[in-house]
């Protein structure tokens, strides 16, 4: 299986929301099924900490764990403006590993992702 970028309109508000998906690990927090097969959002992998070496709440352990955060949201953002690279130019919000857009509040409201596909319709 191979990673998934989604686009899926927020029920009754002009926000697209932009997602990288990619097949399923037991450490995903965050789980969807696509066509019937399982997977995890990018950026939600967890990062398996021994708590003997590193204790909750202690600095290292939050220190490693915001570290491991920042990476996968970096993987979650390049994957999404991979696939839709004309986002990095409009007014986006990127949030946790997702990227989110408000339909007509673009640089061009026509603006194409590429030539097949636009970031509305």
């Known amino acids: 299986m191979?990673?998934?970028i989604t686009r899926r309109y927020i029920i009754g508000t002009r926000r697209i929301v932009f997602t990288a998906w990619e097949p399923q690990r037991p450490q995903h927090s965050t789980v969807m099924h696509i066509d019937g097969?399982?997977?995890g959002r990018v950026g939600t992998l967890g990062l398996d900490l021994c708590t003997a070496k590193y204790p909750y709440g202690t600095r290292e352990r939050i220190a490693l764990l915001d570290q491991h955060r920042k990476?996968?949201?970096e993987k979650a953002y390049?994957?999404?403006?991979d696939e839709y690279p004309d986002?990095?130019?409009?007014?986006?919000?990127?949030?946790m590993g997702y990227v989110e857009l408000t339909e007509g509040v673009s640089h061009e409201n026509k603006c194409q992702i590429n030539k097949k596909q636009s970031f509305y319709r």
Request: proline fraction near 5%.
């Open 2 to 4: 191979k990673n998934i």
């Open 37 to 39: 097969k399982p997977y």
């Open 71 to 73: 990476i996968q949201h």
């Open 78 to 81: 390049r994957e999404i403006f």
């Open 87 to 95: 986002l990095e130019y409009e007014n986006i919000s990127k949030g």
